[in-house]
């Protein structure tokens, strides 16, 4: 961070105490970090967070897994069960504003950091926790993981497709449960931190990884209740030759509202299995008829099975390999130029290659390079999700496990000779930078 921008950091002077590990809870304290906040990660003495080994892919580097989630933070190891270990954890909590935790649910209180406990230590404290389901849900003691919270969330039964032998309940590759998860505990602390300038004191705020799926599929519970009241969904996929059960289907590649979006090939699909274009068809009939044109073929615009959005969804099926006919002889920058100049919403399939090479993104500040130095060298991963005219962040490093055990207790007024103590004892750990063999992964048969 600049001398220039600091000064506009909006989280700058607030103290994080990260408990949590893997993605959802780390994902929500990097963002705080990102914008200002000194985040302290605690972690277990010795192993520190699991990804920290986890999806290995270079010799002595930490996983791009951890990297990418725990940049800019400090680390301390801690036993949070020895009274030493608790007494540190207590002063630190004292002098924190946000406390954030996402460890299995019922153990922060039975480790002695609950709610009622850490208000008590400082009230103007705002303690943060994510788990999979509510408080006081038949599955409330339940451990989630992503597909836990993508299946329990409604959003593995609307995806993927209705036929076939993949016709199964499918997760998203976004990070629905668990990244989305981290952002939405985000918007919740820092209306926490907006709320404490007003009455002066802390609040608990709680995030389930259910209810973060649930609000982002909250148009699937629209599509439910249609459903229930028409008995069909012309906007979905499979309509209208299909048998209409109790709840709605699974989305296949429709734009989820009433116009018609789908994926079309693009000129290279033989060889290249994300040569595909995404067009969105809109309701009006000169929406329409501007695609007709443009494609070079005006009479789709008179053909009656086409003449409004309505006979246009019970006629989807004929529709899809017409524009097809087109938009192979062209690759999918071409079409996404020649459509998007005519006002025709389409976009480029983007394969993770191509996006981690695109030069708008690396150049934007969305795909941002860190420097970790050691072996890993320059990484990179997303940044900030969002712009601020006054702040950019300044990227920086991971830190190794355990790397600012000093720093941390010294500030807390321990001494040398006391922090060498606690290392004898187990409370911390020495500092380990990573030491993992080289990689060797099995490819299976060529």
């Given at each position: ?410 500030s807390l007024g321990y001494d040398a000779d006391q922090i060498e103590d ?13 030491h993992n063999p080289a990689v060797h992964v099995i490819k299976g048969e060529?």
């Amino acid at each position: 961070m600049t001398e220039e921008t600091s000064s506009f950091a909006p989280l700058k002077g607030i103290k994080v105490i990260d408990w949590t590990q893997v993605q959802s809870g780390p994902s929500c304290t990097q963002i705080l970090a990102w914008l200002g906040a000194d985040v302290i990660k605690i972690e277990r003495t010795n192993t520190g967070d699991p990804t920290r080994n986890e999806l290995l892919d270079i010799k002595d580097s930490w996983s791009l897994y951890y990297l990418q989630l725990n940049a800019n933070k400090k680390s301390l190891t801690l036993d949070i069960k020895a009274p030493e270990g608790k007494k540190i954890m207590y002063d630190l909590l004292k002098k924190a504003d946000v406390f954030v935790e996402n460890i299995k649910p019922g153990a922060a209180t039975k480790a002695g950091y609950g709610w009622d406990k850490v208000h008590e230590l400082n009230p103007r404290l705002i303690m943060a926790s994510l788990k999979g389901f509510n408080q006081g849900s038949r599955f409330a003691n339940v451990k989630a993981f992503e597909p836990v919270a993508q299946s329990a969330g409604g959003a593995a039964t609307a995806t993927g497709w209705n036929e076939g032998k993949f016709n199964v309940p499918t997760q998203s590759a976004a990070a629905l449960g668990d990244s989305n998860s981290g952002m939405h505990l985000t918007i919740a602390i820092l209306a926490a931190l907006m709320q404490r300038e007003r009455t002066g004191e802390g609040t608990y705020v709680y995030q389930s990884m259910q209810d973060a799926v649930l609000n982002l599929c909250r148009i699937k519970l629209r599509d439910q209740i249609m459903l229930d009241n028409l008995g069909a969904l012309p906007h979905y996929a499979v309509y209208p030759n299909f048998k209409w059960g109790k709840a709605i289907p699974r989305s296949e590649n429709t734009e989820g509202g009433q116009v018609i979006g789908w994926t079309y090939k693009a000129k290279g699909w033989e060889t290249d299995p994300n040569a595909y274009v995404y067009i969105v068809i809109q309701n009006s009939n000169k929406s329409w008829e501007t695609i007709a044109n443009t494609m070079g073929h005006p009479e789709w615009a008179t053909d009656p099975r086409f003449s409004d959005w309505q006979h246009r969804q019970l006629h989807k099926q004929e529709l899809y390999p017409l524009i097809e006919s087109y938009t192979k002889n062209y690759d999918k920058f071409e079409l996404t130029k020649k459509l998007g100049e005519e006002g025709i919403p389409v976009g480029p399939v983007l394969d993770w290659k191509e996006l981690e090479d695109d030069p708008d993104l690396n150049s934007d500040g969305t795909i941002v390079t860190i420097d970790q130095g050691g072996n890993r060298g320059k990484f990179k991963t997303i940044g900030l999700p969002f712009t601020m005219a006054n702040y950019k962040p300044t990227y920086k490093r991971a830190p190794d496990l355990g790397e600012n055990n000093k720093e941390i207790l010294t500030s807390l007024g321990y001494d040398a000779d006391q922090i060498e103590d606690l290392v004898k004892k187990g409370v911390i750990s020495k500092v380990e930078k990573p030491h993992n063999p080289a990689v060797h992964v099995i490819k299976g048969e060529e």
